[in-house]
């Protein structure tokens, strides 16, 4: 599982920070979060293709966050896209692109289903959910949990010991069904380890710090979290419904995340040097996230 | 005078060429020919300002063209623009406007004139104006001239001689109106050149080759035209209302225009150089635009 970031800056694109969007690859499928103004050109240059299993998810409809998806579609029909592209968003998401449609008349050759969501939904993949909660940004918004379910591990060497040789039946036997070696079954629970729990991502721009969003994000492997502003903006942050650094850091404190990730900083930021030097004090695993970033999982 | 093309390319936007856009700055003014997807940026990157006297010139309603505007509505007013902003597009131009400003509940703080503009059609600026003339692209499309108005040129030494000291007075003077110099009158006329035509810059992009262009272009200092395809791929650009390399300079050659620049090439082009020979041997003043270059006239 690969997560790149397309975009990490709030309100305003620059040459330095481009609108939010962040990609997760997980085996052959993209799930994406937001879609600013520019982001197919990033999507491209990161070499992810536009003919992929792809869910996007927004999480509300500011420009900044969804300025991108009409072009990306566009671009995607252009190119010959085929799969169905799946999309959720707060209500108004299906009004906005079926209106800009309508209007530059352009009609997707690939079917498209738009699903707006709300708190306390949840999106089903194959071996993950996505979870939807609210985040607090003055307008419907939401925030969102990638959750792989818990899986057992293949041991290749429990197999061997069991006489099942390396090939098809150890698909079989991953794929949860039992073998027949010479007369005898071999059980899937013979050759897998114990149950571990499955990856967790958390995606909640815009928001300030809530109990909600705490809660979202408990446990989570990255917490990719609004910190629009330094310390110094704290009022800023509450009138416009973002978050400084210390409030985001105080959220993956609480929430006992593995990692804290600094996102949608402010275009006044050309040195985010501040910003996580406050996190940092509160939560030292913290980073910011950088145009183009890749983070392995 | 200076031209920047801060997007060349057509269709779908890459990392080698944006989506079409060109600034003409004129003394303090900017005058913008469509506004795809990233413009913004782009135009900060290459210092233009978000708050200067600026007009918008839209050929037509493919989003490639357009879906840069709401962005760059909503990050003029966050920076504060106060400045009424106009823009001149095809029928349908007001509706994108309005709808997307409703639907992402943005406002913005300065003024927006909005105007749905037609062949035979006059945009008049202080010393300019832009005529609108109908493109030829299978939907309502625009082409533009840009068309500085005649001037005679103020010659110094002429003043000098006639005892006007350099100063206050020579303003008067440039601007039409009559100076005394101890009881004498100086008029104007004595101290003004020959009269010398404006320059012309003719926008032509999405278009096959038409008699109407050419028309609009006569005799101008810089054609931009519709270069998409070269001439392997005429019945493509023909079956999508495009041109050729050989198209476009055919259109610069009947039309006796100064300089082409050959504009909106397809994606398919990397290296530009097939393009570019078959232009030159046409109209040998030929060349391609790429992002971010610039043109003083």
């Known amino acids: 599982m690969e997560i790149r970031f397309l975009g990490t800056g709030g309100s305003i694109p620059t ?27 990033r999507m491209a240059s990161c070499g992810l293709g536009l003919n992929k299993p792809m869910k996007i ?33 707060p ?8 209106s800009i449609g309508r209007i530059l008349g352009y009609d997707p050759k690939f079917p498209i289903s738009i699903e707006e969501v709300r708190a306390g939904g949840a999106v089903e993949g194959r071996g993950y959910r996505v979870l939807v909660e609210a985040a607090d940004h003055g307008i419907p918004c939401n925030a ?15 197999a061997m010991e069991l006489g099942v040789p390396k090939g098809p039946l150890w698909k079989e036997l991953q794929l949860g069904r039992a073998v027949s070696i010479n007369g005898r079954i071999v059980e899937p629970s013979q050759v897998l380890g114990e149950l571990k729990r499955g990856r967790k991502i958390v995606y909640a721009s815009d928001t300030r710090p809530s109990e909600p969003i705490m809660s979202l994000s408990r446990g989570a492997d ?36 593995r990692a804290l990730i600094l996102f ?13 030097l406050q996190a940092k004090r509160i939560f030292p695993n913290s980073m910011v996230a950088y145009d183009s970033m890749a983070l392995e999982l």
Chains 1, 2 share one sequence.
């Open 222 to 257: 990255i917490l990719i979290h609004d910190s629009t502003f330094d310390d110094s903006r704290a009022e800023e942050a509450k009138e416009y419904g973002h978050s400084t650094a210390s409030e985001a850091a105080s959220v993956a404190k609480g929430a006992e995340v």
């Open 144 to 158: 969102f949990s990638l959750e792989e379910g818990a899986k057992r591990e293949f041991l290749p060497e429990r």
């Open 91 to 98: 209500p108004g998401i299906r009004e906005f692109l079926e």
């Open 57 to 89: 998810f927004i999480t509300h409809m500011h420009g900044d966050h969804v300025l991108g998806l009409p072009g990306l579609i566009m671009s995607m029909s252009l190119l010959g896209r085929t799969r169905e592209l799946e999309i959720y968003g």
């Open 264 to 276: 949608h900083l402010s275009p006044i930021y050309r040195d985010p040097a501040p910003l996580l």
């Open 15 to 41: 040459g330095f920070r481009a609108s939010p969007s962040v990609v997760v690859r997980r085996d052959e499928e993209l799930l994406m979060f937001d879609c600013g103004e520019g982001t197919q050109v």
